[in-house]
């Protein structure tokens, strides 16, 4: 899978998230995993991609890190 993939499939999943929770609930990297087919270390990446690049939000849960869809990328 090609970076832009993963990315687009990241932003996919955390947007399915938002909408289904009213943007109240975060999904964590490990769940990315499971609903992504590529290893570990390449959705790191682009997670970090992500967040440098401020399109998405990094929150502590309880359990770990959670990933929201931010409200207004800029």
């Known amino acids: 899978m090609e970076a832009t993939e993963i ?3 990241i932003l996919e999943i955390i947007d ?9 609930c ?5 769940a990315l995993k499971f609903g992504i087919e590529a290893g570990y270390k390449s ?3 682009q997670l970090n991609y992500l967040h ?3 399109m998405i939000l990094v929150r502590n849960g ?3 890190y ?3 869809k931010k409200k ?3």
Not at 16 to 24: I, L, Q, R
């Open 7 to 9: 990315r687009q499939k």
């Open 26 to 30: 975060g999904v964590s990297p490990v």
């Open 66 to 68: 959670l990933l929201f």
């Open 52 to 54: 440098e690049n401020n």
């Open 16 to 24: 399915k998230k938002h909408k289904s929770s009213n943007g109240h």
């Open 62 to 64: 309880i359990n770990g």
């Open 72 to 74: 207004n990328p800029s």
């Open 43 to 45: 959705i790191a990446e």
